[in-house]
């Protein structure tokens, strides 16, 4: 059974920074895209940024130059590094691999 659990979530001011990780049990980011979301309260789920299994990498624009997708070298660990922050920002992120499955999500929340 694929199982994903995210953290490295939390509460940070403005411009400061956070790193995301999502583990996967049961299957690999080496053989599907792994990819971060984001829903803030009230809102769609919306896209962040995808990792697939090639190395390519693409983003979100309100995220582009700031943050950061990548695996470890097993490719079982997908990590979101998050700079520049801002309360736009706010939202609970959540890993998903290939399109089969999601995390629980982790909650970022950026303050004034």
């Known amino acids: 059974q694929v199982q994903l659990e995210e953290s490295g979530g939390g509460l940070v001011q403005a411009g400061g920074s956070l790193n995301l990780s999502c583990v996967v049990s049961g299957s690999t980011f080496r053989l599907n895209t792994g990819s971060w979301w984001r829903q803030a309260p009230g809102q769609e789920r919306e896209y962040v940024a995808s990792?697939?299994?090639?190395?390519?990498?693409t983003y979100a624009d309100s995220v582009k130059g700031r943050f950061t997708i990548a695996t470890d070298d097993a490719m079982n660990v997908l990590y979101l590094s998050m700079n520049n922050l801002t309360p736009d920002d706010t939202a609970v992120y959540f890993c998903r691999i290939g399109n089969f499955k999601w995390g629980r999500g982790t909650q970022v929340t950026v303050s004034e």
């Open positions: 990792h697939n299994h090639h190395g390519v990498r």
